[in-house]
């Protein structure tokens, strides 16, 4: 029994394909092929290679993405950080009751370690109130 593997690189692929289209527009009518004629293996033909376009400018458009994402949560790191500190003047330095309205997670202070959990930190709890630390809640005093 004869094997005919599939070529694992595409373009490998696409020329097989192409050849096969060949192959169909030369010999149908003779054969007698109605369902996958030239044309329909053409048409699958150019789907398959306009997919496989889009998908390698997707991956090379991922890079500077995950860049940019890095950087932001970076930054966002370096905020919650800074904003703990401010919190922690009024809050006290470790996790209590008073903590619970600012969101961070699993009775903690510390910045959250997983984006996703510090991506949800501003939205934990949509009810808070404003945190003692805004100006908003302090209160005026006269000089």
């Given at each position: 029994?004869?094997?005919?593997?599939?070529?694992?690189?595409?373009?490998?692929?696409?020329?097989?394909?192409?050849?096969?289209?060949?192959?169909?527009?030369?010999?149908?009518?003779?054969?007698?092929?109605?369902?996958?004629?030239?044309?329909?293996?053409?048409?699958?033909?150019?789907?398959?290679?306009?997919?496989?376009?889009?998908?390698?400018?997707?991956?090379?458009?991922?890079?500077?993405?995950?860049?940019?994402?890095q950087v932001a949560d970076s930054n966002a790191k370096a905020f919650l950080a800074t904003a703990r500190n401010v919190l922690a003047n009024y809050l006290g330095g470790t996790w209590s009751q008073a903590w619970e309205p600012t969101g961070f997670p699993n009775q903690s202070t510390a910045v959250?370690?997983?984006?996703?959990?510090?991506?949800?930190?501003?939205?934990?709890?949509?009810?808070?109130?404003?945190?003692?630390?805004?100006?908003?809640?302090?209160?005026?005093?006269?000089?």
């Amino acid at each position: 029994m004869a094997t005919n593997p599939i070529p694992d690189p595409l373009d490998a692929l696409f020329t097989l394909a192409e050849d096969a289209a060949d192959g169909l527009s030369a010999h149908e009518t003779q054969v007698a092929v109605k369902q996958n004629t030239a044309a329909v293996m053409r048409e699958a033909l150019t789907a398959a290679q306009a997919a496989q376009t889009a998908y390698q400018a997707a991956r090379a458009a991922k890079q500077p993405l995950t860049a940019v994402q890095q950087v932001a949560d970076s930054n966002a790191k370096a905020f919650l950080a800074t904003a703990r500190n401010v919190l922690a003047n009024y809050l006290g330095g470790t996790w209590s009751q008073a903590w619970e309205p600012t969101g961070f997670p699993n009775q903690s202070t510390a910045v959250p370690s997983t984006v996703a959990e510090r991506q949800a930190l501003p939205c934990s709890s949509p009810s808070r109130p404003t945190s003692p630390a805004t100006p908003a809640t302090r209160t005026s005093r006269s000089t």
